[in-house]
């Protein structure tokens, strides 16, 4: 006999049912990750530099004594040949002072003959010749340096050169050592190109292979460098050496110092490719135990999966990988925080951007 269930019982049981099941949760959308393909690091052969232009001496001319200008014939710009008047000082004071030095070693000299008439004839003791010896030496130094301040009012070029900057106006009452015109010698232009530690330390002048400038108002032409000097204390803003080459004589321009120019320095390759790689900082992640790792892709099932490498230090901004992954790879290069191991993913960009590379 078939026992019916009242209609009210029914839909309490339908109800139980629906209050009893479970809504299945919507699935997350994979995250967007930016990667990045690993490619072997290749010793590097060519750098680019950016060179500024330098005289190969650069003084500033002073007196060695003071006084008021007379003369200031240069001018900025102005080439000057070996010898040629810079400026000259009022000679008046000099050349009394000469004049004065020049009468007292007469009547010094005078005194000293006739003291050693006296005492040949032994009238004048030894000490009174002594004595007057002693004030003609003194006579002469003072005569000696009336001459050589008299010199030392007058400057000339030392060397030929430019004028590349007066310091003073003419009239002007100048003191010993104060600067009054800078000269630099442009016989032989150089570049002076700043250089990094790590160049310094692994390339040397029997790596070099070529050393060519450019100038950007003469497109299309090159001009071979010749080394000249390397300055072994960095400098203090940029920690940056430099390296001092010469340009050559025949470079259709007005080259001036000051000027910059493009400087591509191409070294040999010593020794094989290596084969670690150099990813970005941002890729590497370091584990609780405190080693490294690096999130790679798996393209067939679209998720992440953690792959413990090692690393051997830093190269600018980059990481250098000696052991864990290898070329052809794919890892996430950005937020690699935020993953966990077979976590599905999906590519930023689908043409992925390849590192580790240098040409």
């Known amino acids: ?19 009893s099941g479970e809504t299945p949760a ?10 990045g393909e690993v490619t ?7 750098h680019e530099f950016v060179g500024r232009v330098e005289a190969r001496l650069s ?18 710009g102005q080439r000057i040949e070996e010898g040629d008047l810079v400026a000259r000082l009022d000679l008046e004071d000099f050349e009394l002072a000469l004049q004065e030095a020049r009468v007292q070693m007469q009547q010094v000299r005078t005194d000293l003959e006739r003291q050693r008439t006296l005492h040949e004839r032994g009238i004048a003791s030894q000490a009174a010749l002594d004595s007057a010896q002693t004030q003609y030496d003194l ?20 060397f030929d050169g430019l004028v590349s900057r007066r310091l003073v106006d003419n009239f002007t009452i100048v003191s010993p050592g104060q ?13 002076s190109i700043p250089v990094s530690e790590d160049m310094v330390a692994t390339f040397d002048q029997t790596n070099l292979l070529s050393l060519e400038a450019a100038f950007s108002f003469l497109p299309g032409q090159t001009f071979s460098l010749t080394p000249r000097e390397l300055v072994s204390e960095p400098d203090d803003t940029s920690n940056t050496y430099r390296a001092i080459a010469a340009l050559p004589e025949n470079i259709p321009a ?15 390759r010593n020794g094989p490719v290596t084969t670690n790689v150099a990813v ?33 230090g830093l190269r600018g901004e980059q990481v250098i990988i000696s052991a864990g992954i290898e070329p052809g790879d794919v890892i996430v290069t950005a937020g690699v925080s935020a993953l966990h191991e077979g976590m599905e993913v999906r590519p930023l960009d689908e043409s992925q951007p390849r590192f580790g590379s240098t040409q």
């Open 1 to 19: 006999m078939n026992r019916l269930v009242p209609i009210p019982a029914l839909a309490g049981l339908l109800a139980l049912a629906a209050c």
């Open 26 to 35: 919507p699935e997350a959308p994979p995250r967007l990750v930016q990667l």
């Open 40 to 46: 072997s690091m290749a010793p590097e052969a060519r």
């Open 59 to 76: 003084v500033d001319m002073a007196f060695q004594v003071g006084g008021q200008l007379a003369e200031l014939p240069v001018t900025e």
């Open 139 to 158: 006579r002469q130094v003072a005569l000696e340096n009336a001459q050589r301040n008299l010199e030392y009012a007058t400057l000339s070029a030392p």
């Open 179 to 191: 600067p009054v015109v800078r000269i630099q010698d442009i016989g032989e232009l150089r570049v």
């Open 254 to 268: 007005n080259i001036l110092p000051g000027m910059t120019a493009t400087v591509w320095a191409e070294f040999e």
């Open 280 to 312: 970005p900082l941002a890729a590497v992640a370091e584990r609780p135990d405190g080693t490294n790792m690096v999130w790679r892709y798996d393209a067939e099932t679209g998720t992440v999966i953690s792959q413990d490498v090692e690393t051997d």
